[in-house]
């Protein structure tokens, strides 16, 4: 069965630095999502992503965050300068079209020290 | 804007009994619905999802939820819970349209005893 990837499962990295999570979404998928969820509290939305571009943004995704799409099977997210505030599991989910559900990945767990 | 509450924090069920676990959602349209789990460490599975049509819907792990227009809820239930559904679940709203993005509520951690 076709499965949405991650990797690393677990980045760990200094305050300050740049981190890029990868994502390899369900080949036939259009639609691209980040999701985080912060040690005990609720998963919250990121960002979507369609036809090359964000189609949606939360407050939480400021300049520091960045999407992309550099290859047909990629989706990355990137930590421009990273915070302790931004230690978080993080999900990546793709789905194929408009009305179909959002598959997940097993997700980054990132630890800023 | 759309919003999910799940009521209860920890639920604590012996193995055998029944289960249910209690989702409102805010919305201004029809939504689509979600129910994922999530076990230890790992990532979230969808358990049903409710997109149109009968209100009943049939997920897997013998897991059914019953969307209730009226009371804006999406209730999770399954009859006889077994030790491996000890997890934490999560139910979620999304936006029909292009976007789509998910809100989820809080979670409810189900415990299962002996």
């Known amino acids: 069965e076709p499965e949405v990837t991650q990797t690393p499962s677990h980045q760990v990295t200094q305050m300050g630095q740049e981190v890029i999570l990868r994502c390899v979404p369900i080949?036939?998928?259009?639609?691209f999502y980040w999701y985080r969820q912060i040690l005990g509290q609720k998963v919250e939305f990121l960002v979507s992503f369609y036809n090359n571009e964000i189609s949606e943004k939360s407050e939480i995704f400021d300049d520091q965050f960045s999407v992309e799409r550099p290859d047909g099977s990629n989706f990355t997210l990137k930590i421009r300068s990273t915070k302790l505030e931004d230690s978080a599991m993080y999900f990546c989910?793709?789905?194929?079209?408009?009305?179909?559900?959002?598959?997940f990945g097993p997700g980054t767990r990132l630890t800023v020290l | 804007a759309q919003s999910v509450t799940q009521p209860d924090i920890h639920i604590t069920v012996s193995e055998g009994a029944s289960l249910e676990l209690r989702c409102n959602y805010s919305y201004g349209a029809t939504p689509y619905l979600f129910w994922y789990v999530q076990s230890p460490g790992q990532g979230l599975q969808l358990l049903l999802k409710y997109f149109s049509g009968d209100t009943l819907v049939q997920g897997i792990k013998g897991f059914e939820a019953e969307f209730k227009r009226s009371q804006s809820s999406f209730n999770l239930r399954k009859p006889s819970v077994h030790w491996s559904d000890a997890a934490e679940y999560f139910c979620?709203?999304?936006?029909?349209?292009?976007?789509?993005?998910?809100?989820f509520g809080g979670g409810t951690r189900v415990l299962v005893k002996p």
């Open positions: 080949s036939n998928h259009l639609y």
């Open positions: 989910a793709s789905r194929e079209g408009v009305a179909d559900e959002q598959f």
């Open positions: 979620a709203v999304g936006a029909q349209a292009a976007g789509n993005k998910l809100t």
